[in-house]
C-alpha cells in the first residue's frame, strides 16, 4: 500500500467513525436523553469531519509539494489550497 492508499484508508476510516457518531446522536436524540449527551455527541462528530477534511487538505498539500519539487505544475495553487482549508474553520 503506498501513502496515497493509505492516506484514503485513514480518511475514509474516519469519515465512517463519523458516520457511527452521527447514528448515536440520533439514537439519542430519539430516545430523548439529555440535550448534554446529544452535544457531547454532536461535538464528536465535528471533530471527526474537522480531522478528515484537515486530512484531505494535508495530503493535497504534499502532492503540490511533491509535484512542485519534480518540475511539474502543481493540481492546485496555494490560494486553492488556501480557500480549502479555510473552508474548514
Known amino acids: 500500500m503506498n501513502a496515497e492508499e ?14 457511527g457518531q452521527l447514528a448515536a446522536v440520533i439514537a439519542v436524540i430519539e430516545s430523548g436523553r439529555d440535550r448534554k449527551d446529544v452535544v457531547t455527541q454532536l461535538a464528536a462528530v465535528s471533530r471527526a469531519l474537522d480531522r478528515a477534511g484537515f486530512k ?3 495530503g493535497g498539500m504534499r502532492q503540490c509539494l511533491a509535484e512542485q519539487q519534480d518540475g511539474f505544475a502543481p493540481p492546485m495553487t496555494e490560494a486553492e489550497l ?7 474553520a
Open 56 to 58: 484531505i487538505v494535508a
Open 6 to 19: 493509505a492516506a484514503t484508508t485513514d480518511i475514509l476510516n474516519r469519515l465512517h467513525r463519523a458516520q
Open 82 to 88: 488556501e480557500k480549502l482549508f479555510l473552508a474548514l
